[in-house]
C-alpha cells in the first residue's frame, strides 16, 4: 500500500541519515550519476574537495560519502517500520555539504512516497524483500562500475566501503530498538542481506557483504571488538592527522590483533591436532 512518510518519519531520517527536508539550489540529481561525463566532471570535483591530485583516492572517498545515503536511508526504513522508501535516483538529489573542512553531502528526496509492506497480502514480506533489495543494489552496482572504470579503484574496495554502513546500521543504530516486531525484523533483514541474498544481485562474481562480514577482533583491552577491513578506502590519505580509520587493515594496532589472532587459532590447532 502506497502512503507518504509522517513528519515523525522524515524528522528521524533529517536527524540522524543526512536527509534534507528542503531543496536546494545546489543540488543534482543521483540518476546524473549514470552519465559517465558529469560522474567524471563529479570525481575531478571530488579530488578538489579532498585535498588530493589522486583520482584514485578521491574516487573511493566518493563513493563512501554517497553510498552512505543510498543504501543506509532505506534500509533503515525498511526494517525499522516495514515500508519502502522509493528507489527511483531520478526522485533522489545529492545536496553538496562541507563540515568541518569535510566534504559530506547530504539527500534530498522529492518523492515521499513509500510502499508499506502488508504481511497478509499476495505481496507480502518474503515476496518483496528480494526484488526491493535487488533494485536497490543493482543500481549501486552500477555506479561502483562505472567508478572503479574512471578511477581504478578496484570494485572490491568501493563495496566494502559500502558494507561498512551496512553493518553499522543493523550491529550499532538498529540494535538500538527495543520493540520486539522491529527486533526481530532487525535479526531477520541483517541476516538476509548477508546469507540470502546471491551474487548475482550485486552484479558480481563474489557477495560483497558476505565477503566482508569477517569476525570482530579485540584490538585494545580499553576498547569494543572490531571489524578489521579487508581492503583500505585510503582515508588516512584525506585527514590532515593522517590516522587512519578504526578499522583500517594497515593501521600497526590492527595489523597486530590480526597476527595474534592468527598465532592463537595456530596454537589451538596445533594442540587439537596433538590431542
Same mark, same amino acid.
Given at each position: 500500500m $502506497? ?10 531520517l ?7 527536508a528542503?531543496?536546494?539550489p545546489?543540488?543534482? %540529481? ?6 559517465e561525463?558529469?560522474?567524471? #566532471? /563529479?570525481l575531478?570535483e ?6 588530493t591530485?589522486n583520482?584514485f583516492?578521491?574516487?573511493?572517498? *566518493?563513493?563512501? =560519502?554517497?553510498?552512505? !545515503?543510498? /543504501?543506509? +536511508? +532505506?534500509?533503515?526504513?525498511?526494517t ?6 522509493s ?7 545529492? @545536496?553538496? $555539504? @562541507? ?9 534530498? !528526496?522529492?518523492?515521499?512516497a513509500?510502499?508499506s509492506?502488508?504481511?497478509?497480502? #499476495?505481496? %507480502?514480506r ?6 526491493y ?14 567508478? %572503479?572504470?574512471i %578511477? ?12 561498512v ?6 550491529? /550499532? ?6 520493540? #520486539? ?6 535479526? &531477520?533483514?541483517? &541476516?538476509?542481506?548477508?546469507?540470502e !541474498? ?7 562474481s *563474489?557477495?560483497?557483504?558476505? =565477503?566482508?562480514?569477517?569476525?570482530? $577482533? ?10 578489521? =577491513? ?8 584525506v ?6 580509520c578504526?578499522?583500517? +587493515? ?11 589472532t592468527?598465532?592463537s587459532?595456530?596454537?589451538r ?7
Amino acid at each position: 500500500m $502506497r502512503q507518504q512518510l509522517t513528519n515523525n518519519q522524515l524528522n528521524d531520517l533529517v536527524e540522524n541519515f543526512r536527509i534534507e527536508a528542503d531543496q536546494n539550489p545546489n543540488m543534482f %540529481s543521483l540518476s546524473k550519476l549514470r552519465d559517465e561525463q558529469f560522474l567524471c #566532471e /563529479v570525481l575531478e570535483e571530488a579530488k578538489v574537495d579532498f585535498d588530493t591530485d589522486n583520482l584514485f583516492i578521491a574516487a573511493s572517498q *566518493f563513493i563512501k =560519502r554517497i553510498g552512505f !545515503l543510498i /543504501v543506509v +536511508p +532505506p534500509l533503515y526504513n525498511l526494517t525499522k517500520h516495514n515500508h519502502w522508501l522509493s528507489a527511483n535516483w531520478s526522485n533522489q538529489y545529492i @545536496v553538496p $555539504r @562541507v563540515k568541518n573542512s569535510k566534504w559530506v553531502p547530504s539527500l534530498y !528526496l522529492d518523492d515521499l512516497a513509500v510502499i508499506s509492506i502488508d504481511e497478509t497480502s #499476495e505481496t %507480502s514480506r518474503h515476496k518483496l524483500l528480494p526484488q526491493y533489495l535487488e533494485q536497490l543494489f543493482g543500481d549501486i552496482a552500477a555506479l561502483i562500475g562505472f567508478v %572503479s572504470s574512471i %578511477s581504478r579503484v578496484p570494485k572490491p574496495i568501493l563495496w566494502e566501503n559500502i558494507a561498512v554502513y551496512i553493518y553499522w546500521l543493523y550491529e /550499532v543504530k538498529l540494535s538500538e530498538e527495543t520493540d #520486539e516486531e522491529i527486533m526481530a525484523r532487525v535479526h &531477520h533483514d541483517f &541476516h538476509f542481506l548477508i546469507y540470502e !541474498l546471491e551474487a548475482e544481485q550485486f552484479q558480481e562474481s *563474489f557477495q560483497p557483504l558476505k =565477503r566482508f562480514h569477517g569476525i570482530k $577482533r579485540l584490538v585494545s583491552l580499553d576498547a569494543e571488538p572490531v571489524r578489521i =577491513r579487508r581492503t583500505c578506502c585510503f582515508y588516512y590519505e584525506v585527514n590532515e592527522s593522517r590516522n587512519c580509520c578504526g578499522n583500517c +587493515p594497515k593501521s600497526e594496532l590492527n595489523k597486530a590483533a590480526c597476527r595474534a589472532t592468527k598465532d592463537s587459532l595456530y596454537e589451538r590447532d596445533m594442540i587439537r591436532q596433538k590431542g
